[in-house]
T-cell receptor, first 116, second 108 residues
């Protein structure tokens, strides 16, 4: 079956521009996560959506970052006024999560963002 | 604060040379411990979930075990295609914490 799909796979943008990253989760998965992975670093949590509950935005590094999830499915991560330090791989994951964290996450292949 | 520490950071093995990767954790109310494999340019791929001390899971040349303080990923007679970064993650009451991973390189 189809896995988590992310687009674009690569994005090069100029400093100061806005970017939108898209995530299509596995059908039926109620939880959706965004992580950031920099070279040589671990996975950095950004935001978590669970069903119709308010999202957990505690990992967003600044107010330039925002995310939404429409209709409980597709999610978009938006970075405004990009900075060079935003360069990283942005990973999306989904899980069949009934309000706890004991279901495994299934990841997409990420969007590699390069800010020049 | 929940913490997950993986060791070693990098490991080089000869084909057929068995070894173990370690994941030590300090997590309040552990709900599950997950192992993932990540190949370059790809997202992490789910391998195992362990829920309680004493539990073991196996898949091909990999075997994961869990105690109250740590988990081991044992690799028996590895092959070059086992080369990847292996990530450990722990879920607590309201968090999911990832380790930084162990980069495994298996030479023919």
């Amino acid at each position: 079956g189809a896995g988590v799909s992310q687009s674009p796979s690569n994005k090069v943008t100029e400093k100061g521009k806005d970017v939108e990253l898209r995530c299509d989760p596995i059908s039926g998965h109620t939880a959706l996560y965004w992580y950031r992975q920099s070279l040589g670093q671990g996975l950095e949590f950004l935001i978590y959506f669970q069903g119709n509950s308010a999202p957990d935005k505690s990992g967003l590094p600044s107010d330039r970052f925002s995310a939404e999830r429409t209709g409980g499915s597709v999610s978009t991560l938006t970075i405004q006024r990009t900075q060079q330090e935003d360069s990283a791989v942005y990973l999306c994951a989904s899980s069949f999560n009934q309000g706890s964290y004991n279901s495994p996450l299934h990841f997409g292949n990420g969007t590699r963002l390069t800010v020049t | 604060e929940d913490q997950v520490t993986q060791s070693p950071e990098a490991l080089r093995l000869q084909e057929g040379e068995s070894s173990s990767l370690n994941c030590s954790y300090t997590v309040s109310g552990l709900r599950g411990l997950f192992w993932y494999r990540q190949d370059p340019g790809k997202g992490p791929e789910f391998l195992f979930t362990l829920y309680s001390a004493g539990e073991e899971k196996e898949k091909e040349r990999l075997k994961a075990t869990l105690t109250k303080k740590e988990s081991f990923l044992h690799i028996t007679a590895p092959k070059p295609e086992d080369s990847a970064t292996y990530l450990c993650a722990c879920s607590g009451y309201s968090t999911l914490t990832f380790g930084k991973g162990t980069m495994l390189l298996v030479s023919p």
